[in-house]
């Protein structure tokens, strides 16, 4: 399965040309649930904003790389940064009632919701969402 | 260069009534200033009976809320009332799956939140 790729910078303002070339690859494949589209569009903010603020710590000098296509009437998106990685296995639950008043810490937490599957390379540096679209 | 204003104010009795006109809080940079928009509305204003309609709004992601939390914090502190209204179907999920519609007051419309003032 060939995958789409592309590297932009870290920036905030980068990532939403890479929401735009995944959405509008989305689109051309005829997929028009405004539920699914929804979904990718969130968890596909969450995980651009996490590599970006989190894994490459806002420095611009640092890229992310990101791949996306369908396989099997999956879409495939896998993003990763040039960050050191973290302990996905052991995140704290944000619902928490000592962690629900807390302004951050949800985003994985979404993606996980929003994707039918979530996986992080061992590093956790690199993410791979999947969703059904067909 | 003058900042975009992403809210809409509107007093109703001692409540005000704040609307987004922003269809997405996503951008971070939007995210910044509608934060610091918000904060003022209570800091500068004294503003602190708040009920935020989000009928425009279409998309929000986990760093809007994360403002909302922190203006939710600042108007306690003032011993005043947050509530939200009008928020869609897809939205109210995202606060569901967060639990934080347990820590906001939710209601459907204008009318029904300003009631329970």
């Keep these: 399965m060939a995958l789409n ?51 490459n710590k806002l420095d611009t000098s640092k890229n992310i790389r990101i791949a996306y296509g369908v ?6 998106i896998e993003v990763e940064d040039e960050g050191e990685g973290f302990d996905y296995s052991h995140l704290p639950d944000p619902t928490a009632p000592d962690r629900l008043e807390l302004p951050h810490g949800r985003g994985i937490m979404l993606i996980k ?20 679209l067909f | 260069m003058e900042k975009k204003q992403h809210l809409i104010t509107e007093p109703r009795g001692d409540v005000t009534i704040v609307t987004f006109t922003d269809k997405k809080i996503l951008d971070e940079s939007n995210i910044q200033e509608i934060g610091e928009q918000l904060n003022d ?35 306690k502190e003032e011993n005043g009332k947050l509530k939200l209204c009008s928020v869609r179907p897809q939205i109210y999920e995202v606060f569901k799956i967060t639990k934080l519609n347990k820590l906001f007051e939710i209601y459907d419309d204008e009318d029904r939140a300003l009631a329970r003032f």
């Design chain 1, 71 to 76: 396989d099997k009437n999956h879409l495939i």
């Design chain 2, 41 to 75: 509305l209570v800091e500068k204003h004294y503003l602190v009976k708040m009920l935020l309609n989000f009928e425009n709004v279409e998309y929000l992601s986990s760093a809007a809320l994360g403002k909302l939390i922190t203006l939710n914090k600042k108007i």
């Design chain 1, 5 to 55: 790729t592309l590297v932009v910078p870290s920036t905030l303002e980068a990532r939403l040309e890479v929401e735009k070339r995944v959405l509008d690859f989305v689109d051309k494949t005829g997929y028009n649930s405004e539920e699914g589209i929804f979904s990718i569009k969130l968890a596909l903010e969450e995980t651009l904003v996490n590599a970006i603020r989190h894994g």
């Design chain 1, 113 to 132: 919701h929003y994707m039918d599957d979530i996986k992080f390379n061992g590093k956790g540096n690199r993410v791979r969402l999947v969703k059904r």
